[in-house]
């Protein structure tokens, strides 16, 4: 198994990269990837992601840390895609090689809907209305070239808010820029953990993405060392249920078999 979704005290986890591998080690993952917020300026007022000038000392942190371990350690990024930050975003990721990028929609319209601090905010009077926004958004960023997997799908459903009637269309469009692009999907347990109470994406998109032969991560969310890998045994039970039978390895893009 690996986990290709976890933060380190570089963006808004803790504790160091180091106690990361070395859980993932005990729990005898075969890889784990880094996947530190990098955030557009504008958007990132609470400072939740890794500035620019860390990015070399996340590099050599993290190379490092693959060094003397049989855990295999990637680097990788999660992307805070917002449609106009495009030229940004470009300049964040050439700083470095990254191994892969997690492409991730929290803004709709400039809104951080997933912020514990923004739950009651009267930009969710309106569900149907940042649903939309949001698929839309997941679109654009699946069509913009930059990624490689796309992370944590129904995002909007982390306080357990949903739209008033299911959002097929828009979940579908969605889902096809993601196959039309090449990109992998993730299944993330961090929604397990939320209001939502189910992994991200929801059983049914899961089971259309596989229908759709779009290749799936895993991907716990962790933003402490003891998260690593959580949920995983729940998480290959969900993926069988929606019919995939391999994970894709980011490695060597190889795709293998659900453990
Ligand atoms: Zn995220
Ligand atoms: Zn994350």
Redo the contacts with the bound molecule.
Sequence with gaps: MNDY?VHSAFSDGRGDVDGFVGRAHELGLAEIGF?E?LVPRALDSDGYGLPASRIPDYVRAVRAAGEDTAVRVLLGA?I?YAPGAEAELDRLLSQARFDYV?G?V?FTDGFAF?LPSLADDPRWEDPDALYRSYWDTVARAASWGRFDVV??LD?PKTFGRRPSAPMGAAEDAALEAVRQAGLAIEL?TSGLRSSAGEAYPAPSLLARAARMGIPLTFGS?AHAAADVGRDFGRAVVLARAAGYTTTLRLSDRVAEALA
Aim: charge should be negative; hydrophobic fraction near 30%.
């Design positions: 979704h996947a917020h999660e805070d997690i991730a929290h997933d992370g944590h995002l993330n969310d």
